[in-house]
């Protein structure tokens, strides 16, 4: 089946075709005829990581004798949920991966910051809504799932203020 695809802004349109379809959770695989990045969805360089502070997962007895300050630490049953993540006091780049308000996927690279026991804040392009789960790639080997418990009224620099929430618990680390 030939398809056109449209986005609004900026307004712009490719034709291809339907290569799957999962009409029940209504998820359509699109093939373009002219394959190119329609959708500015970018995948980081091989060396996007070098000289940005590392984000690592450390158990909790590892936290507890490091020289670091603790956000906070709650014992809990689940082995995920005993390892923190480790974050420069100062944030670090990563990149936040999801779905928009407005249903298109986006993905943006800036400074995330922590903000509490669980809690982090960064700045993104697309107004994205409460409760969304979206993606937080630290590294390669470092991808959290974060849910967006809040959003500023108002935008920064261009930018929406958004706080994140993260199963794990982050620990600051003192540089």
């Known amino acids: 089946m030939e398809v056109r695809v449209a986005m609004l802004a900026p307004y712009k349109w490719r034709v291809g075709q339907v290569v799957w379809a999962d009409s029940g959770e209504r998820e359509y695989g699109i093939e373009l005829y002219r394959p190119e990045n329609f959708w500015g969805i970018y995948f980081p360089p091989e060396d996007w990581e070098l000289g940005v502070p590392a984000v690592t997962v450390v158990s909790a007895a590892a936290a507890s004798g490091a020289s670091q300050t603790r956000v906070a630490m709650q014992s809990e049953a689940s082995e995920e949920s005993s390892q923190a993540l480790q974050i420069p006091e100062g944030g670090t780049i990563a990149i936040l991966r999801g779905i928009a308000g407005n249903g298109l996927p986006f993905q943006e690279r800036d400074l995330?910051?922590?903000?509490?026991?669980?809690?982090?804040?960064?700045l993104i392009?697309?107004?994205v809504?409460?409760?969304?789960?979206?993606?937080?790639i630290f590294s390669k080997n470092c991808v959290e799932d974060a849910v967006v418990t809040a959003t500023s009224h108002s935008r920064e620099y261009d930018r929406w203020r958004i706080w994140l929430n993260f199963?794990?618990?982050?620990?600051?680390?003192?540089?």
């Open 112 to 122: 995330i910051l922590p903000v509490g026991e669980r809690d982090a804040t960064m």
């Open 125 to 127: 392009g697309p107004m």
């Open 129 to 136: 809504g409460l409760g969304s789960k979206l993606q937080v």
């Open 167 to 175: 199963s794990r618990v982050l620990l600051v680390a003192k540089g």
